[in-house]
């Protein structure tokens, strides 16, 4: 799909690859581009700000009732933490915001989606394919949320919305601040998403460190296996997701 005067809502789209994404797809030509964020974000004509914690009930249910049309839903809002697992706390705000946030946006905005036939676009990472275990809460909730990816993207596929997942590696934000490992930039991960996007690849591989996968993860077990699951998904079964 290229984005090309399109409607796309961003969450997370205050700092870091979330804002990235607002200004590529600014350049790329969307018609509005719905920025989530939790103080609000002003900075083109385009740009209408939504006052969204993806953890609120009641913001979504007024960001759903600001945006009239929908045609791409990049679920980027998420919280990594450094932990050890022994705070379940830790690992509760985790799944709340990068599993449980992300699929409450996905649901809240799918009746439009489905009538745009748009695509939905999960940020996640490459600690949800192999932990990482210095922020392991972080890596089971990208894991989680992948699965989720993957799930949405049999059940939606009969209703001509796709789903796609962003493959990160490390990229140069506040939550990777303390990480002193080579970094991509936030502006070429944002080219890289939407580069993915318009070429209709199930999981993007946007930066050099995630690259590196990509064709094996494309070729491999996983992949053929997901496929293999996604061809028991009746027709009708679509219709279970809200």
């Known amino acids: 799909m290229n984005i090309a005067n399109k409607t796309v809502l961003i969450t997370g789209a205050n700092r870091g690859i979330g804002r990235g994404l607002v200004d590529e797809a600014l350049r790329r030509g969307a018609k509005r581009v719905y920025a989530g964020t939790r103080s609000g ?15 609120s009930a009641s913001q979504i249910q007024r960001a759903v009732e600001e945006v009239d049309n929908l045609d791409v839903l990049i679920n980027n809002a998420g ?23 992300l699929l409450k946006v996905t649901n809240a905005f799918l009746p439009l989606l489905r009538r745009s036939k748009g ?7 490459l600690a949800g394919l192999a932990a990482l275990p210095i922020i392991p809460a972080y890596s089971l909730s990208k894991a989680a949320a992948f699965n ?11 209703q001509g919305v796709t789903v796609h997942a962003v493959v990160l590696g490390p ?11 080579p970094k991509a930039t936030v502006e070429s991960a944002a080219v890289g998403i939407f580069d993915g996007l318009e070429k209709g690849e199930d999981e993007i591989f946007p930066d050099p460190a995630s690259q590196s996968l990509a064709e094996g993860w494309r070729n491999g077990a996983l992949k053929a296996l997901e496929r293999q699951f996604a061809a028991f998904v009746p027709n009708s079964a679509a219709n279970l997701v809200a």
């Open 79 to 101: 919280v990594a933490i450094y932990d050890d697992l022994s705070n379940l706390d830790v690992i509760e705000q985790h799944l709340a915001v990068n599993f449980l946030g």
């Open 171 to 181: 990229i140069d934000t506040d939550m990777n601040r303390g990480f002193d490992v």
């Open 119 to 125: 695509a939905i676009i999960n940020n996640l990472s």
């Open 148 to 158: 989720l990816t993957q799930s949405l993207r049999a059940l939606l596929a009969g």
């Open 41 to 55: 974000l002003q900075i083109d004509k385009r740009v209408t700000p939504l006052i969204l914690d993806v953890t």
